[in-house]
């Protein structure tokens, strides 16, 4: 039991005496107080529970690398986060008259594939409105997968010329 209090009492000491340090560290790579603190916390607790028992010398660069590493992995994940918020705001459209925008040239693709040859209607329907990936539509029709792919460039090459003659039309 003496050994246990003597341990806390050093560690409580280590805390005290390179808390700062820890600090800095954390608000240097986070540039935020409250995070920083949350990180150093974090890390304490951390630092307690898989080295108390250890050389206190060890503890600063045990601290420090926690630190670091769980500051690093903060960054990451917000960056990551960011991205997928970017990519969101992107295919989402802003307001309800690009929604409806939206709305209208999907009902106008859909009705250009009414124009398709039946196969190739057929297997564009698969592959992107039942997600269904070229092998399973090949397996399923009993077609060959270069089949697949032909008939997919093929209509959507179709799709582009008639949505492009159609716009043309309208800017004339």
């Not at 060890?58 to 917000?78: F, L, P, S």
């Not at 093929?154 to 159609?166: C, F, G, V």
Request: a neutral charge.
């Amino acid at each position: 039991m003496t050994g246990e209090r003597e341990k806390t009492r050093a560690f409580e000491e280590f805390f005290k005496e390179n808390y700062s340090f820890f600090y800095f560290t954390a608000y240097h790579l986070l540039d935020n107080e409250e995070l920083s603190r949350d990180m150093v916390s974090e890390c304490v607790q951390l630092v307690w529970e898989h080295c108390r028992n250890g050389d206190v010398r060890e503890w600063k660069a045990y601290m420090y690398h926690a630190i670091r590493n769980r500051c690093v992995d903060h960054i990451r994940h917000q960056a990551v986060k960011k991205r997928y918020v970017e990519f969101y705001k992107a295919v989402t459209p802003e307001s309800y008259e690009e929604y409806h925008e939206d709305d209208e040239r999907v009902q106008m693709i859909l009705s250009k594939m009414e124009t398709l040859p039946p196969l190739a209607r057929q297997v564009l329907h698969m592959c992107y409105f039942q997600k269904k990936k070229y092998r399973e539509v090949a397996l399923e029709l009993g077609i060959s997968m270069s089949y697949v792919k032909k008939l997919i460039i093929t209509a959507l090459t179709q799709l582009r010329k008639s949505t492009l003659a159609d716009n043309n039309e309208k800017n004339i």
